[in-house]
């Protein structure tokens, strides 16, 4: 049974910075497309980041050029690198994976999904 499991949420202020990890385990992370999305207060689920099997990455645009997403297949572990932190990244931020071909916004086209972890940036 494939598992994702997140880690490194928490409680930063603005213009921090904060880098969350997502393991994968019952199956080789190199076979899948990795993401992060998250989910605001009373927001719906939004698109942050992927990485494929070997495509350049893709980020929403409320992200891109403060945060970077890296995946270690050996590890099988994909990293969301989070800079310049703002309230609004406020969220509990999950990590997916798409056994598909090419890179989806689209949470639908995720089907493993973890647990979650929470990121709030206030001061």
């Known amino acids: 049974q494939v598992q994702l499991v997140e880690s490194g949420g928490g409680l930063v202020q603005p213009e921090d910075s904060l880098t969350l990890s997502c393991a994968c385990s019952?199956?080789?992370?190199?076979?899948?497309?990795m993401a992060w999305f998250r989910q605001g207060p009373g927001k719906e689920r939004e698109f942050v980041a992927a990485?494929?099997?070997?495509?350049?990455?893709y980020y929403g645009d409320s992200v891109k050029g403060r945060f970077t997403i890296s995946r270690d297949n050996a590890k099988n572990v994909v990293t969301l690198q989070m800079n310049r932190l703002k309230p609004e990244d406020t969220g509990v931020y999950y990590c997916a994976a798409d056994s598909g071909y090419l890179i989806r916004k689209s949470q639908h086209a995720y089907t493993l999904w973890g647990q979650g972890t929470q990121v709030t940036v206030s001061s």
């Open positions: 990485a494929g099997r070997a495509d350049p990455a």
């Open positions: 019952g199956r080789a992370m190199s076979t899948y497309i």
